[in-house]
């Protein structure tokens, strides 16, 4: 008798739930902000990426709507048919600005920036350096591009370095990959490190900035600018769905780089281009970050308060090392994580568990926003002192 080729999806449920991995989705109503409406009821929102809170603001709303009464809803087509629209050039112009590249190519999502960017540089003749807490789709377009793969203990310099000195002679070309700000940590990556070792053994070095681009950096360039290395050779990736508050990826860097993904990144080539409603929202958003600093001035505030009275008031919550908006602390089960999540809940905050497989431990992620109150703050540590 044939068995059943689909059984196997039931039974890996059942594994997933006993785990307690098990993931649901928990519908947020009305506009993004510190505080949201879920299930019915305010609570103070430390759970989204929306770091100056210019996801709900007017401004952008409005330069949607009137993108969208002037162009249409969508693109229509990919952007070497019939998707591109000036406005797209526009954007890119102005991450290129703020980014302080030469160029820059905007995709549909920062996932497919990543997968399209890695899989047109290199390929099975390849080698690949990956830190081992890079995002999902940093792996993934490491192994779509067919290239060999080899990961070094996180942020450890001195472990690459090993890895390189043993390896590099054996392949074509070589790129390193790397997050600059760890989404589920909040740690930044050794960036002047690894581009000495980039020049060291002729690497080309690719970086994340999702969590990064609009909040780090004097002007909101990211790590790069953060760390004083803008001019230098490297590939910065990054979205525009976090602190950009919009929709889509970009790849930013020289002219020739920019040009020859334009010529082989398969998820732009074949990939409808971004709504210009998308479009206009981030356009809006650049041209914010760089003209009203103060946002990220009271981010980077509220990011210091939350952390000095946690100190004070919970000294034995022992934080993972951050220097980013984003705090975690580890809890011993992804059981734990849940009821943590639920107390917090409970107690009008909304920072649900992180778990494994996304995570090596699980933990509670608090993101820090510009638009949060001391209020709010307060009202944080109260629920995490009762944990």
């Known amino acids: 008798m044939p068995t059943n080729p689909y059984a196997w999806i039931e039974e890996s449920l059942t594994t997933i739930h006993r785990a307690d991995w098990y ?21 103070i929102n430390f759970a989204s990426n929306d770091y100056l809170g210019l996801a709900g603001d007017q401004r952008l709303i409005a330069a949607a709507t009137i993108a969208t009464q002037e162009l249409g809803t969508g693109s229509t087509g990919s952007r070497l048919l019939s998707g591109h629209r000036e406005i797209h050039r526009e954007l890119e112009r102005a991450i290129a600005s703020l980014k302080q590249t030469e160029d820059a190519l905007v995709f549909s999502s920062g996932y497919l920036a990543n997968l399209g960017a890695i899989t047109a540089i290199v390929g099975k003749r390849d080698l690949i350096l990956s830190d081992q807490y890079n995002h999902s789709s940093l792996k993934n377009g490491a192994i779509l ?61 690719l970086i994340d900035e999702a969590h990064a681009t609009g909040v780090l950096g004097k002007t909101g360039a990211g790590c ?31 002219t020739t780089i920019i040009d020859f993904l334009r010529n082989r990144a398969p998820t732009w080539i074949y990939t409808t281009a971004l ?13 914010i970050v760089q003209q009203e600093p103060q946002r990220r001035v009271q981010l980077w505030q509220n990011v210091a308060q939350l952390k000095q009275v946690m100190q004070q008031q919970l000294p034995k919550l022992k934080l993972l090392p951050s220097s980013s908006p984003i705090l975690c602390f580890e809890l011993s089960s992804a059981a734990d994580a849940l009821k943590a999540g639920q107390h ?21 992620r608090i993101c820090i926003m510009a638009t949060h109150e001391l209020t709010h703050i307060e009202k944080l540590v109260e629920a995490l002192s009762s944990i």
């Open 344 to 364: 917090l809940k409970s107690a009008g905050i909304f920072a649900p568990a992180i778990r494994p497989p996304t995570v090596p431990t699980s933990r509670i």
């Open 275 to 287: 709504s210009p409603a998308d479009v206009a929202a981030a356009l809006t958003a650049i041209k």
């Open 23 to 43: 993931r649901s989705v928990q519908t947020i109503h009305g506009l993004p902000g510190a505080t949201v409406l879920l299930e019915g009821r305010e609570v």
């Open 145 to 205: 591009s067919g290239a060999t793969i080899v990961e070094y203990p996180h942020c450890d310099v001195e472990a690459l370095r090993i890895k390189l000195s043993q390896q590099r002679q054996n392949y074509r070309r070589c790129l390193i990959i790397t997050d600059s700000v760890f989404s589920m940590d909040g740690d930044l990556c050794p960036l002047p490190a690894l581009l000495e070792i980039a020049d060291e053994f002729s690497c080309m070095l």
């Open 224 to 254: 790069v600018e953060h760390f004083g290395c803008t001019g230098r050779q490297l590939i910065q990736i990054g979205t525009l769905s976090k602190a950009l508050g919009s929709l889509g990826g970009y790849v930013a860097g020289s």
